[in-house]
Structures are given as structure tokens and as C-alpha cells.
T-cell receptor, first 113, second 110 residues
């Protein structure tokens, strides 16, 4: 298996623009997690899905952030409008059932200027 | 989920054992101890987990004290590729979330 796939790997955009990050989980995994990592706040969970349904979005910072999972093999995290403080590395992870291990993707490094 | 405390940094010589401690004094009976690591610029990677018995896999060993208030991750023969930030996480058996703290930055010296 190719593992969790994220795209793009790097994104540079200007403040006010819309940003869409993409994630393909490992085939057969029914949980999907979005995390954000910054120097100041560390690694924090934004939202997670089970069977394509959002279960907990309490970590989503504000209404500018939205996440969708239209099917079992694809999820998006959208920021509209983007702000410089959104600059971070965004990780997607997936897990199979009640398994113990989350598999993380390589991350998307977002820079908002 | 219980809070964990780890030293901010440690180092060890290549080829020697690396012993990374973690305190989780408020852990409850159904909470597991997990260890993940994050090598620079990569996503976190699962290492091992345990409930109360000691555990060993191809990557590491996990020693949990009898009162379960602390644990130690052991990398038996550290290599330069083991240089990373190591996170100790406590998670309930029915919980889905992993709460990452600040971890321990391990530097393996040649």
C-alpha cells in the first residue's frame, strides 16, 4: 500500500485566498484525522471522521476552516479566506476500525503571506 | 485522557540503549500508553503501546511500572536514524483522539 497520500506537499498562497488540502487514506481504513502542527501549539487534532461522517470538529479553529469526506478514499480541508497565522504543516492520518495505530501522511506545508 | 510529562530532550551514543521516561500519574485503569515518534519533516510514526504488561516489538520495548504511573520506552541499540521527537500519549480504550504533548527530543550521537 502507498500509505496515506497528501497533496500538495507545499503550498504558498497570499492572505485572503482559498486553500484546499487533500488526503487519500489507506484503503480499508474507516477513520480519518486532520492535524495541524506549529512551533507554538505543537501537533493538534482539528477534526476526525468515521465512515465519512465527521465525529468531532471541536479542534477546528474557526469558521474559515471546513473539512469534507465525500467518500472513503478522499478528504479535503479547506481554508477560506486564509490568513498568515494559518501557516503550519497539516497532517492527515487514517486508522482501521478500533485499531491502535494511526498512520500519518507526509504532511502539507502551508505558507500564507 | 491523562496528562503525560516527558523530559524535553535527551541524548545517547549510537549503539547504546536509549531509555525515554514518561510520567502519567493520573492514568486510569482502561487507559493505554502509546508511543509515537516524529522524525524531522515527517509525519508521526507509531512505535508501540501497552496497558499494564511490558511489551516488545521490532522497534522498541515498553516498560510500564506496576502502579502504571510511569513508563519507559527503550530503543535497545540506538542508531542515528532514531534521532527524533518521541511522544508518550495516554488514550482511553474507547477514545479515538491522540493528544500529543511536547515530547522528548532524542539526539543520537555518532
Amino acid at each position: 500500500d502507498a500509505g496515506v497520500i497528501q497533496s500538495p506537499r507545499h503550498e504558498v498562497t497570499e492572505m485572503g485566498q482559498e486553500v484546499t488540502l487533500r488526503c487519500k487514506p489507506i484503503s480499508g481504513h474507516d477513520y480519518l484525522f486532520w492535524y495541524r502542527q506549529t512551533m507554538m501549539r505543537g501537533l493538534e487534532l482539528l477534526i476526525y471522521f468515521n465512515n465519512n461522517v465527521p465525529i468531532d470538529d471541536s479542534g477546528m479553529p474557526e469558521d474559515r476552516f471546513s473539512a469534507k469526506m465525500p467518500n472513503a478514499s478522499f478528504s479535503t480541508l479547506k481554508i477560506q479566506p486564509s490568513e498568515p497565522r494559518d501557516s503550519a504543516v497539516y497532517f492527515c492520518a487514517s486508522r482501521q476500525g478500533a485499531g491502535y495505530e494511526q498512520y500519518f501522511g507526509p504532511g502539507t506545508r502551508l505558507t500564507v503571506t | 485522557d491523562a496528562k503525560t510529562t516527558q523530559p524535553p530532550s535527551m541524548d545517547c551514543a549510537e549503539g547504546r540503549a536509549a531509555n525515554l521516561p514518561c510520567n502519567h500519574s493520573t492514568i486510569s485503569g482502561n487507559e493505554y500508553v502509546y508511543w509515537y515518534r516524529q522524525i524531522h519533516s515527517q509525519g508521526p510514526q507509531y512505535i508501540i503501546h501497552g496497558l499494564k504488561n511490558n511489551e516488545t516489538n521490532e522497534m522498541a520495548s515498553l516498560i510500564i511500572t506496576e502502579d502504571r504511573k510511569s513508563s519507559t520506552l527503550i530503543l535497545p541499540h540506538a542508531t542515528l536514524r532514531d534521532t527524533a521527537v518521541y511522544y508518550c500519549i495516554v488514550r482511553g480504550s474507547s477514545g479515538d483522539k491522540l493528544t500529543f504533548g511536547t515530547g522528548t527530543r532524542l539526539a543520537v550521537r555518532p
